[in-house]
């Protein structure tokens, strides 16, 4: 699909600091999780694409325009900040009231209402905002971002605070956005939740793009780095011997439950594997890739940097 938001060798900088540094990406419709260490720059990535901040190098589009140059766009764009970006003074449903007014809503009350219900504050929607939880402060503005229906959603750190019941209904709403045909792009420093809701990922390291792609394409594509596979057997030395002289296989780890293999050639194993575990009798209760998460291929990422 085409990219809603495309960024063409755009940098940032303030002052001698750079933020972000020759990026060129494009975001498309579906959920893209952005990652990336402290002060990789995903925030200011992020604001870049709101409108919050202009670059200082490059040119960037939203929905095919400048939104420099039409202002108009903006109105398809919400955001949810990590920091806190709330009227105390005002009730959960005053808030998104006031959103949806702002995005021209005639219905801004009633809008404002069933948003508060889809992210569970219905029964809180007149409490003020100041007397809320962080993880319900989070909520009220994740709907009131999204009470004027934009096209592309940016969140950045959007489950912080919230509970696990929370956290999953709002990863249900986010993931159903997606598949809604919206563009939305979202940073989490919980590796686990992002690869629950992310299509895509993109990764930044110092202000650069580090890779993007699907978990499993960003670590196919590190062929440098050998692929670990755990064997559950029943005669892990037996199986040891024979593989440790296969041509792809770097080590051999006997644990007390079977093996650790690091092999440059994961099909050549899977091949192999089965037929040596029968040459010997060898029962095979589990083989499971130890190195293909998230959590692995952004360790990978930022190792490589």
Do not use: C
């Not at 200082?56 to 202002?71: A, C, E, F, H, I």
């Not at 009227?87 to 006031?98: C, G, I, R």
């Amino acid at each position: 699909m085409s990219n809603v938001v495309e960024l063409f060798e755009v940098s940032k900088w303030f002052g001698q600091k750079v933020a972000v540094s020759e990026v060129t990406l494009g975001f498309g419709p579906g959920v893209t999780g952005l990652l990336g260490p402290n002060g990789a720059g995903k925030t200011t990535l992020m604001r870049l694409v709101t409108g919050l901040q202009v670059p200082s190098q490059g040119k960037m589009t939203v929905l095919g325009v400048d939104p420099r140059k039409d202002t108009k766009v903006y109105s398809k764009i919400s955001m949810v900040p990590e920091d806190e970006a709330v009227y105390e003074n005002l009730t959960a449903l005053e808030f998104v009231e006031l959103n949806a007014s702002l995005s021209g809503l005639k219905n801004a009350k009633a809008a404002a209402a069933d948003l508060l219900e889809e992210v569970g504050l219905s029964e809180d929607r007149d409490r003020r905002l100041g007397d809320y939880s962080k993880g319900m402060r989070q909520r009220a503005k994740v709907a009131g971002a999204l009470v004027s229906d934009p096209e592309v959603i940016v969140l950045d750190e959007p489950l912080n605070g919230a509970d696990p019941i929370q956290r999953a209904r709002l990863i249900e709403i986010f993931v159903a956005l997606g598949k809604a045909g919206k563009t939305v792009v979202v940073s989490s420093h919980v590796l686990a939740e992002v690869e629950r809701m992310a299509e895509q990922l993109v990764a930044m390291v110092d202000g650069r793009l580090a890779a993007q792609g699907t978990v499993d394409s960003l670590r196919a594509a590190m062929t440098d780095k050998p692929r670990l596979v755990t064997v559950a057997t029943d005669r892990p030395r037996d199986l040891a011997g024979l593989l440790v002289v296969h041509h792809g296989v770097q080590s051999v780890e006997v644990t007390p439950t079977g093996l650790r293999l690091s092999s440059v050639d994961p099909v050549g194993l899977a091949m192999v594997l089965p037929a040596q575990a029968r040459q010997i009798g060898a029962r095979l209760t589990s083989v499971v890739p130890s190195d293909e998460s998230l959590e692995s291929v952004f360790r990978y990422l930022v190792e490589s940097r």
